[in-house]
């Protein structure tokens, strides 16, 4: 068992900056990938950065470029830089694990196992 638990959200104006964290904590030696997910009002959610645990990372292309994604060492803190926020990065943010051997973690689609409950970014104009 995995407990994934957000925080860092906000409100920012467009072009700011924020960091989400994302303490995890259990089994973590199982963690095949750790992720970002987010679901804007009236979409469904998007899965947006991933690490797996070789530190290999994948971005959707639009956050390529702005947001940064990262862990701590021992895999218990994972992190998301966000730069050169727009208001269409508006979202709850949730983070994510998949535990799975056979995980392709740039595929979000497929994604299996841990969520945390969220962290609301707002961007305005």
């Known amino acids: 068992q995995v407990y994934l638990k957000e925080s860092g959200g906000g409100s920012v104006q467009g072009g700011g900056s924020l960091r989400l964290s994302c303490a995890a904590s259990g089994s973590l030696y199982e963690i095949k990938c750790m992720g970002w997910f987010r679901q804007a009002p009236g979409k469904e959610r998007q899965g947006i950065a991933a690490?797996?645990?070789?530190?290999?990372?994948h971005y959707v292309d639009s956050v390529k470029g702005r947001f940064t994604i990262s862990r701590d060492a021992l895999k218990k803190n994972l992190y998301l830089q966000m730069d050169s926020l727009k208001p269409e990065d508006t979202a709850m943010y949730y983070c994510?694990?998949?535990?799975?051997?056979?995980?392709?973690?740039?595929?979000?689609?497929?994604?299996?196992?841990?969520w945390g409950q969220g962290t609301q970014v707002f961007v305005s104009q």
């Open positions: 994510a694990a998949d535990p799975r051997p056979d995980a392709r973690c740039g595929e979000y689609g497929n994604w299996a196992g841990y």
């Open positions: 690490i797996d645990y070789l530190g290999t990372t």
